[in-house]
């Protein structure tokens, strides 16, 4: 399998001088799906806006085979797909459209293939027929389907979730488990929800102040509740 | 991302005493007008509402968008303001915004916070809700462009109070202050016309129980209409006779007793000086802000066309 | 939190953080209008306040640079007042060529254009000291008792309070965009000037919407509590003496100021 | 026991006409702590903001045996403690003491008591330390139990709370659960975790589409997986 992704000693600290990465290495193949866990502040919403960019610390992250400079940038962005939290944070056009044009239409592509890339990722999501409607007036779950779709309209090499199940009721979260299982790409998802972990995600990466923990299977990583009651997690 | 201060914002020592308090005066009699209306159309729902809508306005002035070589455009938001909350509301709000600035990030003085009020809250509630409550009735096209228009106008109105109140402190020299501030202006102006009527158009598409008859925007009338409409006029006629004929706004200025007022070391102004490489131009700065004032028209109808049928 | 950095109150407890915020307000406004009052070239009254505020950074355990180091945000601004060096009649000092124009700063010029920057230089910094020296409710409570309406301080106290989540919000929002603002080879990424407005300014209008329908939460929020249009506050502050004392001194002081300057 | 709340048959459309509750009645009695589940949309939310009147709708609403009209509101709302989802919601005043003193202040109570009142209720929620503290520097933990100390300040007979636990990593979320379960006082929790109604509730009411599916023993509740499927539910 190719190495899609891999990122050495990373190290960040915010302007307060926190150090919130201290030396973070790992690597993605393509197809993996992983699972990024870890107490509140461990460093795991600081890593994923590494992956593309929007924050820059020291060490080196590497996409599809590009080192991330400055220059490459914009390419880079349109490998790596980063989708937020709170889907309000990710949506900010008025109709469904437009939210999911945006990426495609910033890069200036022609027309016709924006359009083609709209409905392919909104039906992806299985949302073909949300195409026009306002995303202020859809409901949680409905929302973070569409900013998967935002970033899937770019067709990008890499899928980047931070925390996609917070929020959302069983049905909504359930839907959006079988969702991700069949998007065939490759994921990083960072996550609190540890039954998820365990029912989509055959690799695990824990990390702790700033420090990858652990990195390997998730059934082994899971098993061991003494190392997990230790980094503020609990077993599913 | 840091807070950037918007080139409006006076700080304190560049107006003299007598500048600063005739624009408090002003400023409170204003303030306190909008104190109790707000108070009679919203009741205990005033505070939140207000406070959280000026937090609205600061937070919108940190949304920029890359204009050219690093350079970008971002909103005043006092235009937005009062076509969205009502004239007093939106003056309100300004006041909280402007306040906050001075008094917690030095971005504007405290004795001067009575003419920056003036200038960037209570001016643009006139301009902007004035030309857009004349076009209520109109198609939301119309609204559109006029409210684009109104934006541009306000930011051109406050950039020209600005540059009257430095010269009549003695700080800047007429011509060169007011051709410098709405020239930047015009620009700065053109990106909040483009953002306002964005926001409104996305209001109206969401949300148009906001917009429509018997909201805050539909609130007051006529008297807005005319103040709007005289304070347009007054920008479009200062500023070319300040840019381009300033003795004769001096000559006014000093018969009323304004400029050595409160000049500590009083000097002569020289009736007849120009500065040498901005005095020879009068003529094309004027037919510049017509221009510009002509395309900003141009792409807001063009604009408000195309965003009109979008919504139908 | 990103909008930390708006946060200006560098806390600690020296003598200046224990005033009473009222105490510092006046005698922050009182030293502000003094230098807008003290004529051009009053180099003694000028050179006294700047050890006034000295003296104040001095007393507020920040650091004798504090301030200093905060104060250059009005030097851009100063840029206005640079005509008055060449456009006030007398001695002329120096001519200089300005692309095919002569130029003649003259000492008035000079003179004038110095005051002018000295005054706004001394102001901000006194107002820096202001909000790093007491937090900003206090300083909402201070213009409270100096009788600034009600409903205005609370209005400001609210903008306070959701400026850092409405200002975290857009953080996000441009984080996102930012996020996805890519290009691929062959295209010319970006759009226009006008759609990218378009997009901030659809920004713009969706956070005014989750403000609004905000506003009606938190009211219901105060509804809950038994709020009815009335907000009543307990306001612990009480004026000790050494607060009148300061203020008194203070206000002697700079009204000293205002004398040297115009003898 | 004393029945502290009944709701009888109550019904409620928003402005768009929309059914948002359709007849809904149920009784708390002293000391009963229920978890209230549905999905999204069910009503949860809507039949909170009746419970101290902040919208009205056909029906009847009875507190500590006062029947809710416009007049009797202000002593309503002094014995109905509402909590919100979102803590910036309600946590609206510049400082922890100005919020939690909110409620008690407009109740009208001498100054003095305001103080107990403050002091007793950050104790509870084990937040003293943060009396003086600006809202917005705190974790969004440590906001979810000031906002519920804003409403013990006020001696509430029952408290409503609206969804918790959202967004808590593991560790914040074991503390609140904690709090709940030792707080001496009725409650009405409205959440999406199942694991929290398992562990803290001996009484679930489920509602769908504004009506009230079920309400009794959480035990035989959560063991139907067929029902729970019905209405979007999951077994914890
Ligand atoms: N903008 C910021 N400025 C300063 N410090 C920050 C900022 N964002 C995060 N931090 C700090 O950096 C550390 C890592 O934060 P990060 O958000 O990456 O954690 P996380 O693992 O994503 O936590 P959570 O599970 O709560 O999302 C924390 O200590 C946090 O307080
Ligand atoms: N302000 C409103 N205006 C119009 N309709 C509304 C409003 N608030 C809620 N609704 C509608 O009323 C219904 C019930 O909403 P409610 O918020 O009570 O659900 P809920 O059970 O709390 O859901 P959730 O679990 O998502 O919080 C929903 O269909 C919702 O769309
Ligand atoms: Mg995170
Ligand atoms: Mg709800």
Redesign the pocket.
């Known amino acids: 399998m190719t190495n899609v992704l891999s990122v050495r000693d990373l190290h960040f600290s915010?302007?307060?001088h926190?150090a919130?990465?201290r030396g973070v290495s790992f690597e993605l193949c393509e197809g993996d799906k992983v699972a990024l866990v870890?107490?509140?502040?461990?460093?795991?919403?600081?890593?994923?806006?590494h992956l593309n960019g929007i924050l820059r610390g020291q060490g080196d992250v590497t996409v599809g085979g590009v080192r991330l400079t400055r220059d490459n940038l914009p390419a880079i962005r349109a490998m790596i797909g980063l989708v937020f939290?709170n889907p309000d944070d990710q949506l900010f056009s008025p109709t469904v459209f437009d939210d999911v044009a945006f990426g495609p239409l910033h890069m200036g592509l022609p027309k016709e293939e924006v359009l083609t890339r709209v409905e392919a990722a909104l039906q992806a999501v299985m949302m073909s027929a949300y195409r026009d409607r306002m995303s202020h007036h859809l409901s949680v779950g409905e929302k973070k389907r569409i900013a998967i779709a935002t970033v899937l309209s770019m067709n990008p090499q890499i899928l980047v979730l931070?925390?996609p199940s917070a929020g959302l009721d069983p049905r909504a979260r359930r839907t959006l488990i079988n969702l991700l299982r069949e998007l065939p790409i490759t994921m990083l998802v960072?996550t609190?929800d540890m039954r998820m972990v365990q029912e989509l995600f055959p690799r695990t990466i824990v990390?702790d102040e700033?420090l990858i923990a652990a990195d390997g299977e998730t059934k082994e990583i899971l098993s061991d509740e003494g190392f997990l009651n230790e980094h503020g997690l609990e077993k599913p | 991302m840091h807070y950037a201060p918007a080139p409006l914002h006076i700080p304190d020592g560049f107006l003299n005493v007598t500048v600063s308090v005739i624009f408090w005066v002003v400023t409170i009699v204003m303030i306190g007008m909008a104190v109790s209306r707000t108070n009679k159309s919203l009741g205990e729902k005033q505070v939140p509402l207000m406070g959280i809508m000026a937090a609205f306005i600061f937070a919108a002035q940190m949304i920029n968008f890359p204009v050219a070589g690093g350079t970008s455009g971002h909103l005043l938001g006092g235009a937005l303001a009062a076509i969205v909350l009502g004239p007093w509301a939106g003056m309100l709000v300004m006041t909280a915004v402007i306040a906050v600035q001075g008094l917690l990030f030095q971005d504007g003085g405290l004795l001067v916070m009575g003419a920056n009020i003036f200038n960037m809250g209570l001016l643009t509630a006139a301009i902007g809700y004035g030309l857009y409550r004349s076009v209520m009735n109109k198609p939301t096209g119309t609204k559109l462009a006029v409210a684009g228009v109104a934006a541009w106008l306000s930011v051109m109105a406050g950039a020209l109070a600005t540059s009257l109140q430095l010269w009549l402190s003695g700080t800047s020299n007429l011509q060169t202050v007011v051709i410098a501030m709405l020239g930047v202006h015009a620009l700065i102006g053109l990106g909040e016309a483009l953002i306002t009527v964005a926001a409104l158009s996305f209001i109206f598409r969401t949300r148009p129980d906001l917009l429509g008859e018997g909201s805050a925007s539909a609130e007051g009338g006529r008297g807005w209409i005319i103040a709007g409409v005289i304070v347009s006029l007054i920008v479009a006629l200062l500023s070319p006779l300040a840019s381009a004929a300033p003795d004769g706004l001096e000559r006014v200025a000093i018969d009323m007793g304004f400029i050595d007022a409160g000049q500590d070391a009083p000097y002569e102004i020289i009736p007849d000086y120009t500065v040498p490489f901005l005095g020879e131009t009068p003529l094309s700065t004027i037919l510049a802000g017509v221009i510009g004032a002509l395309i900003v028209l141009g792409i807001m109808v063009v604009t408000g066309r195309s965003l009109q049928k979008k919504t139908s | 939190?990103?909008s930390?950095v708006f946060d200006r109150y560098h806390a600690a407890n020296s003598f200046i953080h224990r005033l009473d915020s009222r105490v510092k307000v006046v005698v922050t406004v009182a030293f502000i209008l003094s230098n807008a009052l003290l004529p051009d070239a009053a180099w003694t009254a000028f050179g006294l306040s700047w050890l006034f505020l000295l003296f104040a950074n001095a007393l507020s355990d920040l650091g004798p640079g504090f301030t200093l180091q905060r104060s250059f945000i009005v030097l851009p601004f100063a840029l206005v007042a640079v005509t008055v060096l060449v456009s006030i009649p007398g001695e002329p000092l120096t001519t200089f060529r300005f692309i095919a124009w002569d130029l003649t700063i003259t000492d008035a010029g000079l003179l004038r254009f110095v005051s002018i920057v000295i005054r706004s230089w001394l102001s901000v910094q006194m107002a820096i000291l202001l909000v790093a020296t007491t937090r900003f409710p206090d300083v909402v409570h201070a213009l409270e008792h100096l009788r600034v309406p009600f409903i205005l301080t609370t209005i400001i106290a609210f903008l306070y309070r959701y400026l850092f989540v409405l200002v975290d919000e857009v953080?996000r929002l441009l984080r996102a965009r930012e996020a996805r603002s890519a290009a691929v080879a062959g295209f010319r990424a970006g759009g226009s000037v006008a759609w990218r407005a378009g997009v901030a300014g659809n920004m713009a209008g969706q956070l005014f919407l989750r403000s609004y329908e905000r506003s009606d939460r938190v009211y219901n929020a105060m509804l809950a509590r038994g709020y009815t249009g009335h907000l009543n506050t307990i306001n612990p502050h009480e004026l000790r003496r050494v607060d009148y004392v300061t203020t008194a001194l203070a206000l002697f002081v700079i009204l000293l100021f205002q004398v040297v300057g115009r003898v």
Not at chain 1, 38 to 49: D, I, V, Y
């Open positions: 915010y302007h307060d926190h919130a990465l870890g107490p509140n502040g461990a460093g795991k919403s600081t890593l994923m806006l939290q931070d925390e960072s609190h990390m700033g | 939190m990103h930390d953080f």
